[in-house]
């Protein structure tokens, strides 16, 4: 089974700062999803970021982007100049090539962003 | 994009009775649908999988008489809490892959539902 680990339960930054988040995972596949998730107070979960793992290129999008380490197995998040509304819980998340959507989810690591 | 409908978002509901979750894509169809349930400042821990026109599969651990699954259609899945109980108070969310059930899709979730047993 996965497993998938986050050792930072809180973080916080100020706005326009940078951000990294770490998480870890432990698989015994050589293909597979990795996922950050945010789930703000409103509880809605969000897709952040996405990394296929047959992909050696790291995921951006705007101002998030992942140091995916293979061989280390560690998926980092890196969130540039953040704004207060990336306040939230995030979430890192681990899905096999079979059944990518049944998503193993870490423990989560609350960021908040301040003035 | 594609769009996961839950309701209730919230319920609150007296000890022993039954609480019906439906979960709805909007505007995709889903042969597969997940449960998840998370308590306060935790993780998301996956209950079942809701498989359109078959038996829902759940994980190690859940009471598969205590929360039903059915997946009668290709955009509705529904959780019933049966006999609920105060242990059972926590926030359930659903969630489907956006776009049909291929093993790559990204999940869609649902805004969730906070059930609170009294």
């Known amino acids: 089974a996965q497993t998938v680990t986050q050792s930072q339960p809180e973080m916080s930054v100020q706005e326009a700062e940078t951000v990294t988040l770490s998480c870890t995972y432990d698989?015994?596949?050589?293909?597979?999803?990795l996922f950050w998730y945010k789930q703000p107070p409103s509880r809605q979960m969000i897709l952040v970021i996405r990394?296929?793992?047959?992909?050696?290129q790291n995921a951006t999008e705007n101002r998030f982007s992942v140091n995916f380490q293979k061989a280390a197995k560690s998926f980092s998040l890196k969130i540039s100049d953040s704004q207060l509304g990336d306040t939230a819980m995030y979430f890192c998340?681990?899905?096999?090539?079979?059944?990518?959507?049944?998503?193993?989810f870490g423990t989560g690591t609350r960021l908040q962003v301040t003035l | 994009g594609a769009v996961v409908s839950q309701h209730p978002s919230r319920v609150i509901c007296k000890s022993g009775t039954s609480v019906k979750i439906e979960c709805r894509s909007l505007?995709?169809?889903?042969?597969?649908m997940f449960w998840y349930r998370q308590f306060p400042k935790q993780s998301l821990m996956l209950m079942a999988t809701s498989n359109e026109g078959s038996k829902a599969t759940y994980e190690q651990g859940v009471e598969k008489d205590k929360f039903l699954i059915n997946h009668a259609s290709l955009t509705l899945s529904t959780l019933t809490v049966t006999s609920a109980h105060p242990e059972d108070s926590s926030f359930y969310i659903c969630?489907?892959?956006?776009?049909?059930?291929?093993?790559?899709?990204?999940?869609?979730f649902g805004a969730g539902s906070r059930l609170t047993v009294l």
């Open positions: 698989t015994s596949e050589s293909n597979y999803y």
């Open positions: 969630s489907a892959p956006a776009g049909g059930s291929s093993g790559a899709n990204v999940l869609t």
């Open positions: 990394q296929e793992a047959y992909k050696q």
């Open positions: 505007d995709f169809q889903a042969t597969t």
């Open positions: 998340a681990f899905g096999n090539t079979g059944t990518a959507s049944k998503l193993t």
